[in-house]
């Protein structure tokens, strides 16, 4: 997705991915293409492959950004909605402007 926003604005992006920007018609949004997009993602190597056969043990299931360029992980539907509302909700009502 911010590959394809990236080629699809001259390589300028605000770093925030919006609604609208979900629905951006490219190859590489997958978003609204089917399959793997064009170019090296859609060509892993033997560490990526070894990883899909033998995935690390995990009970995380969802993932958030927290807007300083990590993400915080959860197990459940409920501990990700918090997180939602944490670094997504409430810190952008507190940005805006």
């Known amino acids: 997705m911010i590959y394809a926003l990236l080629l699809a604005n001259d390589f300028k992006w605000d770093g925030n991915i919006h609604k609208k920007d979900l629905s951006l018609q490219h190859p590489y949004n997958t978003y609204v293409i089917k399959g793997l997009p064009p170019g090296p993602i859609a ?24 807007n300083d360029g990590t993400t915080v992980f959860c197990p459940d ?17 507190k940005h805006r402007g």
């Open 43 to 66: 060509n892993p190597g033997a560490a990526a492959l070894d990883a899909a056969l033998h995935p690390m043990e995990c009970r995380d299931l969802y993932f958030v950004s927290r």
């Open 77 to 93: 539907l409920k501990c990700h909605n918090a997180n939602v509302q944490k670094f997504q909700v409430q810190y952008f009502r």
